[in-house]
């Protein structure tokens, strides 16, 4: 049975940081990313990563704040995200497939996501 669980979401301060990562079960995958929902806005994308970790992908929005990452010894994803900004407040999701891509299509596995919340 696949899983994807996320962690390590939460309040912080505009300027601040955090980390999120994204453990998977059940099987490896190529690709990993993230995406996030913000409330009444449609779920966009964020980063991707492919399983070599040499190519990567970035939304402009968190381009040069944010760094994905993995490990695939520990089947995990991280997403380090800096300079938050209140704007970056949404429920974050892991995602993870077979296909390299930014739209939500691409990928056949979903977390249940975890929530950031940046204040003002």
Do not use: H
Request: aromatic share 10%; net charge positive; charged share 15%.
């Amino acid at each position: 049975q696949v899983q994807l669980v996320e962690s390590g979401g939460g309040l912080v301060q505009a300027g601040g940081s955090l980390r999120l990562s994204c453990a998977a079960s059940g099987r490896t995958f190529s690709t990993m990313g993230w995406f996030r929902q913000a409330p009444g806005k449609e779920r966009e994308f964020v980063a991707v990563i492919l399983w070599t970790g040499s190519t990567t992908v970035y939304a402009d929005s968190v381009k040069g704040r944010s760094t994905i990452s993995r490990d695939n010894a520990k089947n995990t994803v991280y997403l380090q995200m800096n300079s938050l900004k209140p704007e970056d407040t949404a429920v974050y999701y892991c995602a993870a497939g077979s296909r390299f891509g930014i739209v939500t299509s691409n990928f056949d596995y979903w977390g249940l996501g975890t929530q950031v919340t940046v204040s003002s």
